[in-house]
């Protein structure tokens, strides 16, 4: 994908608002796909994943939700709280497993004020 | 348990150097992963091992890039005639690759911050 460099999107929230991180992803050969949050000087953490034999699936405060038709992920959080707060991105994959090639986004800096 | 660690946690060197970087994976993960991050990036895929093998090396940028995973536990990339373009986050995951399914996701360590002047 395209390299925006320092320049990522960036979605602003009140503690207790709902937050929606949206991503576009490239290859229409992806099924699988996974959300992982980023604090700074730690590596990616898993939050959820969705095969792209569903449109909709549903963890603890979090939502993802597919679009197939326009290559479409959505990560929606509720009752958002300051620990939240870090880069969120989200991976696609060829082949419907866990295991192998992730293809990351670029990447949205979510910011959580109490 | 413990989770993936990976040392050193910075590493600082000058153009042309050799560089070794460690990932220790989750006990009993079959598969390993490096990845490269640069600032303000997601990931960028470099290798993939399942067992002692490399499964996909796809992502390795040129032939200065190697890794070896003798054991089938800890694995070790290996930089030679580093380059400033060269620094980035070195990030290992690992993964257990049993069915495919739940629990299967890939963990990442906290990565290797690599300088090279």
């Known amino acids: 994908g395209e390299s925006v460099g320092l320049h990522l999107p960036t979605l602003s929230v009140q503690e207790g608002d709902n937050s929606i991180i949206n991503c576009a992803y490239s290859n229409s050969a992806s099924d699988y796909f996974i959300w992982y949050k980023q604090e700074s000087g730690k590596g990616p953490q898993f939050i959820i994943d969705i095969r792209s034999n569903m449109d909709k699936r549903q963890g603890q405060r979090v939502t993802v939700l597919l679009n197939k038709t326009v290559k479409h992920l959505s990560l929606q959080i509720a009752a958002t709280q300051p620990g939240d707060s870090a880069v969120y991105f989200c991976a696609e994959k060829v082949g419907g497993t866990s295991y192998g090639k992730l293809t990351f986004g670029q990447g949205t800096i979510l910011t959580v004020h109490p | 348990g413990a989770g993936v660690s990976q040392t050193p946690s910075n590493k600082v060197t000058e153009k042309g150097k050799y560089v070794e970087l460690r990932c220790d994976p989750i006990?009993?993960?079959?598969?390993l992963y490096w990845y490269r991050q640069s600032l303000g990036q997601g990931p960028e895929f470099l290798i993939y091992f399942q067992g002692t093998g490399a499964a996909d090396d796809s992502g390795l940028p040129n032939d200065r890039f190697f890794a070896v995973r003798p054991e089938g536990s800890v694995s070790t990339l290996k930089i030679q005639r580093t380059e400033r373009g060269d620094s980035a986050v070195y990030l290992c995951?690992?993964?257990?690759?049993?069915?495919?399914?739940?629990?299967?996701?890939?963990?990442f360590g906290p990565g290797t911050r690599l300088t090279v002047l």
């Open positions: 006990s009993g993960h079959t598969a």
């Open positions: 995951a690992s993964s257990s690759q049993t069915s495919g399914g739940a629990g299967d996701e890939q963990f």
